[in-house]
């Protein structure tokens, strides 16, 4: 337990955004054998025991390991998403006022506004250059307390404690400095690789803010994780640590990783894209078999995270399907998700085939409950789906908290699964593990 959960939160340190937690999930499949490949490039020569991944702007991976199996295959897909709430940074963001210079930003995705306030913040995305008439990519990551977003004394508002409404463009502007000396470009340019010397000009970029807080162990036994981007990293690193150890030749395991789970998935590389039928379709013919067959042997587990019961809003939660963080792992039931009996019952058997307990969550009948990657790839691709998840506190605060068990019951029951093969037959369907 004391392993997974270190490098969790060594992974969570080095993954301030989307963009960051793709490029650091290509590295390490490309350190334990991997092949990259392309969009725009064809498919051919695919190894029959070859192992492979393909981004999508930068943003979203799918990974998968081939079989030499074509009669009845079919594929095992956990899905989980690379962002998380944040604020992103407009363009032309500087802004001065006084001695302040401060950056104009805008939301993204539904968080807890106040949890942002005086913490240590920084900057990290994707930026565009270009030279000599070439567009380059390049990451950058300001690593140092950059930014803090200072919250009003109680002086001065008194109704602080009373009223919570919080607006993005009047309240929560960060600060950069008290000094106009630099812009946010000149700030960009000493980061990039180079320090920004093979760059003509910057054109534009993809920046968030993010929380610079460490991830660490909470409680009298060290019961808790507090970190930020637990949702949705927490079930993101044991789901690809699971797929990078399976071994399995009777399916072809698949780990998907889309970005913008967080504003509703609609974009190029989300899951409500068609980069997910896309890549079956490419491994369906690269392996010559039928994508329709293996379709209907295909089994996806969703992984996000749920829900907890809060320790002081007991009654926000079901009556009858009370979630407890420790207690292992969530099975999501509700319209919105992609569960249904079938699906639960065989992840159910997953679970206790490898030891691991789980619990049921449903959301009260008179609160809203969201929607999840596992309903909507179902959109572009109609498979068998279960939604799943570690028990969370705090969702969409900047700070998270998860118990310290959860994270190897994650991985437990998605190892089983990778290495297990579901078998249908007519009314009944069988679970084959190692």
Request: charged share 25%; glycine share 4%.
């Amino acid at each position: 337990m004391e392993n997974i959960n270190k490098k969790l939160m060594s992974f969570i340190e080095e993954t301030p955004n989307a963009y960051y937690c793709v490029n650091n999930l290509r590295q390490e499949l490309i350190n334990n054998g991997f092949e990259e490949l392309y969009e725009n490039e064809p498919w051919i020569n695919l190894k029959e025991d070859g192992k492979y991944f393909v981004t999508r702007n930068d943003s979203s991976l799918i990974a998968f390991k081939m079989s030499d199996k074509k009669e009845n295959i079919g594929f095992n897909i956990v899905s989980a998403h690379t962002d998380s709430p944040s604020f992103y940074i407009k363009p032309n963001a500087d802004m001065f006022d006084g001695n302040y210079m401060k950056l104009n930003i805008s939301g993204y995705g539904m968080m807890l506004n106040y949890t942002w306030f005086d913490r240590p913040l920084s900057l990290a995305g994707r930026v565009v250059t270009v030279k000599d008439g070439e567009y380059k990519k390049q990451l950058v990551n300001v690593d140092k307390d950059l930014l803090i977003i200072p919250s009003q004394a109680i002086h001065m508002n008194r109704d602080a404690n009373e009223k919570i409404s919080f607006n993005h463009q009047v309240d929560m502007l960060p600060l950069i400095s008290l000094n106009n000396d630099k812009k946010l470009e000149d700030i960009i340019r000493e980061n990039l690789s180079n320090f920004g010397k093979d760059v003509d000009k910057i054109c534009d970029y993809d920046l968030n803010l993010y929380n610079r807080d460490s991830a660490k162990y909470v409680g009298l036994n060290d019961e808790l994780i507090l970190a930020p981007r637990l949702d949705d990293l927490a079930s993101l690193f044991p789901a690809f640590t699971s797929f990078i150890e399976s071994e399995n030749t009777n399916s072809i395991n698949v780990l998907c990783a889309f970005n913008n789970e967080e504003i509703g998935s609609l974009t190029l590389q989300g899951a409500d894209s068609t980069f997910f039928i896309d890549t079956l379709t490419r491994i369906a013919n690269a392996s010559n078999i039928d994508l329709l067959v293996a379709l209907n042997n295909t089994f996806v587990i969703s992984a996000d995270n749920a829900h907890a019961m809060h320790p002081n809003a007991a009654s926000k939660n079901d009556p009858t399907n009370k979630v407890l963080l420790n207690n292992g792992l969530v099975i999501k039931h509700h319209i919105n998700y992609s569960t249904d009996a079938v699906t639960s019952s065989l992840f159910k058997g997953i679970c206790e085939n490898a030891k691991v307990p789980y619990q049921d969550f449903a959301c009260r009948s008179d609160m809203r409950c969201g929607a999840t990657l596992g309903r909507i790839s179902q959109s572009h691709v109609s498979v068998d789906s279960v939604d799943i998840g570690l028990p969370q506190l705090a969702m969409h605060s900047t700070n998270e908290t998860i118990g310290s068990k959860d994270v190897l019951y994650m991985y437990k029951s998605l190892l089983e699964f990778y290495n297990s093969t579901i078998i249908k037959e007519k009314n009944k369907i069988r679970i084959l593990h190692k």
